[in-house]
């Protein structure tokens, strides 16, 4: 796990657009206790390889800030957040829409990208007080009708907790995607620039 220091990164530059990149922070400095469990930096994907060097959360300051106002909300209720994606390189998408040109479920980069390529999107789960595993619908990116934000045929349990996290997320004003209920995108996606500035292991 990455140390829970100070992570902040002004990126010099950023080959999708102009000018200097925006600011982008480590998710573990505001929410210490995220289980990071970052499935492109693992063999555990769609591709069957990792697309990311280290698992690092990267998002925009003012999300990451949303992101930790939700788990303040969930560790009421004795839950923590599970991390399973973040800021995404665009080159990483263009590796994902390769292997799974499926509009709806993998963005096209080459028209408008993903959110996560924005560094204003997040892929997130449940996990216990003490880290482990919690019922929810499906695992990460598992695509198809019990993966939808309202799914109505998953057992009882699996339904509040996936829930409960949509309820902790969109009181910070992120929204649910409709056919992935572990995916939110944050307002600060309008109007963001699309990034492919390399995840590198923080300092």
Known sequence: MIAAALLSASLAAAPAGRGRAPELV???TLVPDAVVDLRYATPDNLIGR????????LLLRP??????RAADRLR?????????????PLSVQRALWAAYPRRGYVADPEHGGSHH????????AL??????EVELPTGFDAFGPAAHA????VPRTARANRD???RAMEAEGFKVNPVEWWHFDAPEAQGARLLDVPIAPGK
């Open 26 to 28: 480590d998710a573990l």
């Open 50 to 57: 990792p697309l990311y060097p280290v698992a690092r959360c």
């Open 63 to 68: 999300v990451a800030e949303r992101l930790a």
């Open 76 to 88: 009421a209720q004795g839950l923590r957040l599970r991390l399973w994606d973040c800021y995404r």
């Open 117 to 124: 390529n924005r560094a204003a999107a997040v892929d997130v």
């Open 127 to 132: 996990a216990a007080r003490d880290g482990g």
């Open 150 to 153: 309202w799914a109505a045929g």
């Open 164 to 166: 409960r996290l949509r």
